[in-house]
């Protein structure tokens, strides 16, 4: 975590240094404090909010809440990317999200500062308070890309009313959480998947990182015939593109221009393994001689993205010099 943690007073700097003690290990934390002197204190810099509303993951104002929601209001801009903000008395008694509640996780830092500080945390989101399934805090704190903002809306307005039916391509535990209930069908629902399937009226998709993409190319293909290949694989597959975990290869790749320009704009992580690894995987898999000639073994896309995954859903696929393969890692949805 990336924190800045802001206070305008002597017992609020006291207040601060107590909290910045009480971010979690590991963070990196800023304390911007207001400069003493005689006649009281110099102000914080103005553009220090915009920096850290920018690149922090948490803003915390030990102060009134009005000069946090001043400072902040010209940067705020969506809820998808907006740091958690929160607002602590410089007596550290209430602790109070402020903005990105769920997303960001303001109110789940709330009550662990409160924890810490001995005083309350100051919830008001509705779903928190009337105990019913959070969706959008519930997917930002277990890894699941939101399909629509629009949809986790009218879902979290929905279950304060009623439940809502799950669907997953996943085991789930039990028991389901205050406001869902198991069901394909309906008005309006979510589905745990990696396909784009919409199987409610309304559908919200929630979307882990399980694929792992197997990649061949020949020598200097471009990242363009790269990214061609894997989209035209998910567009006839029906897969979503934020369900890829990774980029799997052989060694001979590791240096591949192409193929490490296609992952870094991806955001994807690339992994590579010897022939002797690849040789080593179990199942059956599109044997070429040409490519055992060159590499070592019979299949690299395949059998390298099935090194640590559970099964393959798509076999090699050959489109513009570029082989890919997916397969789909083990996955089961929990709660609690």
């Given at each position: 975590?990336?924190?800045?943690?802001?206070?305008?007073?002597r017992r609020g700097c006291e207040t601060a240094r107590r909290v910045s003690g009480l971010l979690p290990a590991g963070a990196s934390t800023c304390c911007c404090t207001a400069r003493l002197r005689e006649d009281g204190f110099y102000p914080i810099s103005k553009p220090l909010y915009g920096e850290y509303f920018s690149r922090a993951d948490a803003l915390i104002f030990v102060g009134a809440c009005g000069i946090?929601?001043?400072?902040?209001?010209?940067?705020?801009?969506?809820?998808?990317?907006?740091?958690?903000?929160?607002?602590?008395?410089?007596?550290?008694?209430?602790?109070?999200?402020?903005?990105?509640?769920?997303?960001?996780?303001?109110?789940?830092?709330?009550?662990?500062?409160?924890?810490?500080?001995?005083?309350?945390?100051?919830?008001?989101?509705?779903?928190?308070?009337?105990?019913?399934?959070?969706?959008?805090?519930?997917?930002?704190?277990?890894?699941?890309?939101?399909?629509?903002?629009?949809?986790?809306?009218?879902?979290?307005?929905?279950?304060?009313?009623?439940?809502?039916?799950?669907?997953?391509?996943?085991?789930?535990?039990?028991?389901?959480?205050?406001?869902?209930?198991?069901?394909?069908?309906?008005?309006?629902?979510?589905?745990?998947?990696?396909?784009?399937?919409?199987?409610?009226?309304?559908?919200?998709?929630?979307?882990?990182?399980?694929?792992?993409?197997?990649?061949?190319?020949?020598?200097?293909?471009?990242?363009?015939?790269?990214?061609?290949?894997?989209?035209?694989?998910?567009?006839?597959?029906?897969?979503?593109?934020?369900?890829?975990?990774?980029?799997?290869?052989?060694?001979?790749?590791?240096?591949?221009?192409?193929?490490?320009?296609?992952?870094?704009?991806?955001?994807?992580?690339?992994?590579?393994?010897?022939?002797?690894?690849?040789?080593?995987?179990?199942?059956?898999?599109?044997?070429?001689?040409?490519?055992?000639?060159?590499?070592?073994?019979?299949?690299?896309?395949?059998?390298?993205?099935?090194?640590?995954?559970?099964?393959?859903?798509?076999?090699?696929?050959?489109?513009?010099?570029?082989?890919?393969?997916?397969?789909?890692?083990?996955?089961?949805?929990?709660?609690?």
């Amino acid at each position: 975590m990336n924190a800045a943690v802001f206070a305008y007073s002597r017992r609020g700097c006291e207040t601060a240094r107590r909290v910045s003690g009480l971010l979690p290990a590991g963070a990196s934390t800023c304390c911007c404090t207001a400069r003493l002197r005689e006649d009281g204190f110099y102000p914080i810099s103005k553009p220090l909010y915009g920096e850290y509303f920018s690149r922090a993951d948490a803003l915390i104002f030990v102060g009134a809440c009005g000069i946090a929601v001043r400072e902040i209001a010209p940067y705020v801009s969506d809820k998808r990317k907006d740091p958690a903000v929160l607002c602590i008395d410089e007596l550290g008694q209430y602790v109070i999200p402020l903005l990105s509640g769920h997303i960001g996780g303001a109110n789940r830092l709330a009550r662990e500062l409160a924890r810490g500080l001995g005083a309350t945390a100051v919830i008001t989101t509705a779903t928190d308070i009337n105990h019913r399934f959070s969706v959008d805090t519930w997917a930002s704190e277990n890894g699941y890309a939101i399909s629509s903002m629009e949809a986790a809306k009218r879902i979290s307005a929905a279950i304060l009313e009623g439940d809502i039916p799950l669907a997953s391509d996943f085991p789930v535990s039990l028991p389901l959480p205050s406001g869902l209930i198991s069901g394909d069908t309906g008005p309006l629902g979510i589905s745990v998947t990696y396909r784009k399937t919409e199987p409610f009226g309304k559908t919200l998709r929630l979307v882990p990182r399980v694929l792992n993409l197997g990649i061949g190319c020949r020598k200097g293909i471009p990242a363009g015939a790269i990214y061609r290949a894997v989209d035209s694989v998910f567009q006839e597959q029906g897969i979503d593109p934020k369900a890829a975990a990774g980029v799997y290869s052989i060694d001979l790749k590791e240096h591949e221009p192409g193929l490490m320009e296609f992952c870094k704009d991806a955001c994807l992580p690339f992994t590579v393994y010897s022939a002797e690894q690849l040789r080593g995987v179990e199942g059956n898999f599109t044997a070429s001689e040409f490519v055992s000639s060159v590499t070592g073994v019979d299949n690299v896309c395949e059998r390298a993205a099935l090194v640590e995954a559970e099964r393959l859903i798509i076999h090699k696929t050959a489109i513009g010099g570029v082989t890919v393969a997916v397969a789909l890692r083990h996955w089961e949805v929990q709660f609690g």
